[in-house]
């Protein structure tokens, strides 16, 4: 039979850095499967809200999470680049709490057992799902402004979605586009009242398209137009642009575990914050793959802290009560 490991980690952002770092401070037997260091902010040129560094780029961030976690040879092991699959309970002692051995399944072929496991996949970007989306991604179709936006200099550039992250957007492309129009599906903007204000008083904001629904990316080689309906008058106009920002928000990575655990009806993992819990015994998450509604690094980092702990506390308690797995 494979190796079982108390705790298996799925992730390697903020999140499944400090779970992993926790869990070997407490002695236990550790996989850490993950696809990379670093999480969504690795693409950012200058964090500045990470405690203790006033600036410090994604990359670098990234960096030391990979460094301090293999400072724990001996606890963690590392699986990456792998991607889990899959988790599935199996052989679960029926009593107070339904504890059970967790298989995860990984792309590469992997199949392996825990005794725990921790959440911590994160999300990843909303698609529009209109035609031209897929064929012009990365030949004017983009979904970071923080990465891509000098790409842009001297370029038309539709940002789609008005919410904060489509404002930043917006405030990141200023420097490098020649104008920028906003589409926004609702009736009204719903970022920030003061970034709001700002933006609209730059020249280079074109338009405010409302009640937009955008239904396709039109282009040859690389984008050339947007078509959008709009919402009220059923009337259907194309903007004539060089490049779209994507910034419809994002989605959970929780597909390997819909199956398991209770997700929200955007399918993010429902947790009991105070413990990290998730509806099924002896799996625990934190980060941007739950329902917590702030998506922060150092929040990632410390949930996921809190996970490593409820871990360990329910590990306490399964070797007493002796489960099948155990
Ligand atoms: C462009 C950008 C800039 C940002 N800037 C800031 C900032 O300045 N300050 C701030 O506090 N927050 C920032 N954020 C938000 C912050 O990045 C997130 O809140 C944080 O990264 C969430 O951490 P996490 O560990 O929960 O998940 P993630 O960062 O999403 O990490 C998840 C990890 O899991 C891996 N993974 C995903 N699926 C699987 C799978 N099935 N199997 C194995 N591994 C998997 C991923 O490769 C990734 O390494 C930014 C976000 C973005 C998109």
Wanted: hydrophobic fraction near 40%.
């Amino acid at each position: 039979m494979a190796a079982v490991y108390d705790v298996i980690i799925i992730g390697g952002g903020p999140a499944g850095s400090a779970a992993a770092v926790y869990a070997a401070r407490k002695q236990l037997k550790t996989l850490l499967i993950t696809e990379s260091f670093g999480g969504q902010s690795i693409v950012s040129d200058d964090i500045q809200n990470w405690i203790g560094e006033p600036h410090i780029s994604g990359f670098e961030l990234a960096k030391k999470f990979e460094a301090h976690v293999r400072a724990y040879p001996e606890q963690v092991a590392i699986a990456m680049p792998e991607r889990a699959v899959k988790v599935r309970a199996e052989r679960c002692a029926i009593g107070e709490e339904r504890m059970c051995d967790f298989e995860v399944d990984t792309d590469k072929g992997g199949a392996y057992v825990g005794k725990t496991v921790i959440l911590v996949a994160g999300a990843r970007r909303r698609k529009l799902g209109v035609a031209g989306e897929e064929k012009f991604e990365g030949k004017g179709v983009a979904y970071c402004s923080t990465c891509d936006a000098p790409l842009f200099s001297g370029k038309r550039v539709a940002v789609v979605g008005g919410g904060n992250a489509g404002l930043e957007a917006v405030q990141d492309l200023f420097p490098y586009a020649s104008e920028v129009t906003i589409v926004e599906y609702g009736e009204a903007l719903k970022g920030d009242t003061v970034t709001l204000e700002e933006i609209k008083k730059n020249p280079k904001l074109k338009e405010i398209a409302l009640n937009a629904q955008t239904l396709e990316v039109m282009g040859d080689k690389t984008v050339s137009g947007l078509k959008y309906k709009d919402r009220k008058t059923g009337e259907e106009k194309l903007l004539e642009i060089d490049g779209v920002f994507v910034e419809i928000g994002s989605v959970s990575n929780s597909e390997m575990v819909k199956d398991l655990v209770a997700l929200d009806k955007y399918g993010q993992v429902v947790i009991d914050s105070k413990h990290a819990s998730t509806s099924h015994a002896g799996i625990f998450a934190a980060g941007d793959i739950t329902d917590d509604p702030y998506k922060q690094n150092n929040i990632s980092a410390g949930d996921a802290v809190k996970a490593a702990l409820a871990a360990y506390a329910y590990l306490q308690k399964r070797e007493k009560v002796s489960p099948a797995a155990a």
